[in-house]
């Protein structure tokens, strides 16, 4: 029986380097979008980071910058990745189909 709501694994699929934990701000620290700039260390860089994931290979990932993610057109090869809480996420814009 399979589980409802996970998504098999499919062939190609792995994990990718999305950057040093201590270069993610934790968007929690105020109020806004993940777009924002928010304090990391000294800097201020954007809540999350968006990588085109190539669905064959995802260790061949790419990171976007972010306005070139929100004009692309192909949102489905994309993962946000951000920090939270203290915690990161990852957000795949795959489509999910419950046959």
């Keep these: 029986m399979a589980a409802p709501f996970v998504r098999p694994v499919q062939a ?45 290979d995802s260790s061949q990932a790419v990171a976007v910058e972010l306005e070139d993610a929100v004009r692309n057109v192909n949102l489905k090869d994309q993962v946000l990745v951000f920090q939270h809480k203290g915690k990161f996420h990852a957000i795949d814009h795959v489509r999910i189909s419950l046959n």
């Design 12 to 56: 190609g699929s792995a994990w990718f380097f999305a950057g040093l934990t201590s270069s993610f701000p934790d968007v929690s620290s105020q109020d806004g979008s993940l777009s924002d700039l928010y304090q990391c260390n000294d800097d201020l860089k954007p809540g999350c980071r968006a990588f085109q994931v190539a669905r064959e």
